[in-house]
C-alpha cells in the first residue's frame, strides 16, 4: 500500500481508519475533533494539516459530512488540493451529490490526479466490522488503484460508472434503507397500539417476505428504546435533502421520499435530530399515542 491521508474520524472514518492500520498501512490522519486525531496516532498514525496530506500521501481518502465540507477541504486555503502533484489518487467516500463528486473529479483531473466517489452502506456496525459496501464511481484504474484499501474497510466494492456514478448509487440506497426503517416503525407501532409485544411480532416475521438486514437492525433497538446513534437521522436528512435536489433536477418525482423528509423535518423539530435512524418509530408513536417497547429480549 502507499503512504494514505485519512480526513474525517467521525462514527464511521474512525473505525475505518482503524482498519487501514490494521491491514498495513501507512496513516496520516486529520479531523476537526484533536481527541480522534490523537486516539489514531496512539494507534501508529500519524497527523497532518490538509496541506501535508496532500503532499506526503499518494493516496488522499475523505469521509466528511456534506459536499460543501469536502470541497473547502480539498479546495479551500491550505487545502488538500495545494499539496496534490501529478499522479494522486483522491477517494471521497462521503455521502455527496453526483454533481458534487463530479466537480471534484474535474476539479483534480486539471491537477493531473485521478478521483474515485465511493460511498459506503453499512453504519457504524460495518465500519467498526469492516464490511461495509463500497459503490464506486470513476475511471477503471483509479478504481483499480484503490481496491486494496477497500479491501480493509469493506467486504464488497463494486464500480458502478463514471465519476458521480457511486454518490448517485448512494442516494438509491438511502431512499431503500430509510424508507425500509419508516415502514418498520409504522408496522410495529400498528403492533403496540394492538395490544401485541412488537417483539414478539419482529421474530414471528423476520424470516419470511418482510425480514431484512434493515429489520434485524432496527426493530431491537426499536424495542429497547435504543436511539443512540450509529446513523443519525440528521446524516440522513442530508443525504434524503441530496436525493430530492438530485431527483428535481432529473424531473423524477419521488412522493414517498418527500413525505420522509417531511418527517425527519418532524424530528428535528421536536429533538430528536441526534438520534439514531430507528428514532424514526417516534414520529409515529407520537400520532398514535403509544410506545413501541418490549421486555423480550433478541435470540
Given at each position: 500500500m502507499a503512504k494514505v491521508g485519512f480526513i474525517g474520524l467521525g462514527i464511521m472514518g474512525r473505525p475505518m481508519a482503524?482498519?487501514?492500520l490494521k491491514a498495513g498501512a501507512e496513516l496520516m490522519v486529520n479531523d476537526t475533533q484533536p481527541?480522534?486525531?490523537e486516539e489514531l496516532v496512539a494507534a501508529g498514525a500519524e497527523s497532518g494539516s490538509y496541506a501535508e496530506i496532500g503532499r506526503c500521501c499518494d493516496v488522499v481518502i475523505t469521509i466528511l459530512p456534506s459536499g460543501p465540507i469536502v470541497q473547502q477541504v480539498l479546495f479551500g486555503p491550505g487545502g488538500v488540493s495545494e499539496g496534490l502533484s501529478e499522479g494522486k489518487l483522491v477517494c471521497d467516500m462521503s455521502s455527496v451529490t453526483p454533481v458534487e463528486s463530479r466537480l471534484c473529479a474535474e476539479k483534480l483531473a486539471a491537477q493531473g490526479v485521478g478521483f474515485v466517489d465511493?460511498?459506503?452502506?453499512?453504519?457504524e456496525p460495518g465500519a467498526k466490522a469492516?464490511?461495509?459496501a463500497i459503490m464506486c464511481g470513476g475511471k477503471p484504474e483509479d478504481f483499480a488503484r484503490m481496491e486494496p484499501y477497500f479491501a480493509?474497510?469493506?467486504s464488497s466494492w463494486l464500480l458502478i460508472g463514471p465519476s458521480g456514478s457511486g454518490s448517485v448509487t448512494k442516494l438509491a440506497n438511502q431512499i431503500i434503507v430509510n424508507l425500509n426503517i419508516t415502514a418498520v416503525s409504522e408496522a410495529l407501532v400498528l403492533a403496540a397500539k394492538a395490544g401485541a409485544d412488537p417483539m414478539k411480532v419482529y421474530k414471528a416475521i423476520r424470516g419470511g417476505l418482510a425480514g431484512s438486514a434493515v429489520l434485524d437492525a432496527k426493530a431491537p433497538m426499536m424495542c429497547a428504546r435504543n436511539f443512540v446513534p450509529g446513523g443519525k437521522i440528521s446524516i440522513n436528512h442530508k443525504d434524503i435533502k441530496n436525493?430530492?435536489?438530485t431527483a428535481h433536477e432529473?424531473?423524477?418525482p419521488l412522493p414517498f421520499t418527500a413525505q420522509l423528509f417531511e418527517m425527519q423535518q418532524a424530528l428535528k423539530a421536536s429533538g430528536h435530530f441526534n438520534d439514531d435512524h430507528a428514532g424514526y418509530v417516534q414520529?409515529?408513536?407520537?400520532l398514535a399515542g403509544v410506545e413501541v417497547k418490549s421486555e423480550e429480549t433478541e435470540g
Open positions: 482503524h482498519n487501514l481527541a480522534a486525531v465511493a460511498p459506503v452502506s453499512g453504519g469492516g464490511t461495509l480493509a474497510v469493506g436525493v430530492l435536489a432529473l424531473d423524477v414520529y409515529f408513536e407520537a
